[in-house]
């Protein structure tokens, strides 16, 4: 699912919302996530999951081609922890699902 796709469910599920309204609905909600995880705060989703900012250390990594050295400087990056409801979910008994192609190359 993508962010078309999450307006297009928004709009059809409520019909009070346009197709407007629902893109409103989803830029505000991400923009909030977004702006809450630049200035380091946890955001919660209870049944759903967790985002938070991990910070890593820089250390020393190897280029696969050359095998020289290379320091990877340290980072600041996104973290996503499912919760118990959302694991459970994916995680049910005798749901075969077929994983996606995917559509980079």
Known sequence: MNRSDLVQLLSDRFSQLTQGDAETAVSTILEAMNSAMVRGHRIEIRGFGSFSVIHRAS???????????????AARVP??????ALREAVDLPGEEV??????RK
Request: aromatic share 4%; glycine share 12%.
């Open 59 to 73: 250390r020393m990594g190897r280029n696969p081609r050359s095998g020289a050295p290379v320091e990877i400087p």
């Open 79 to 84: 973290h996503f922890k499912p919760g118990k």
């Open 98 to 103: 077929a994983p996606e192609k995917s559509q």
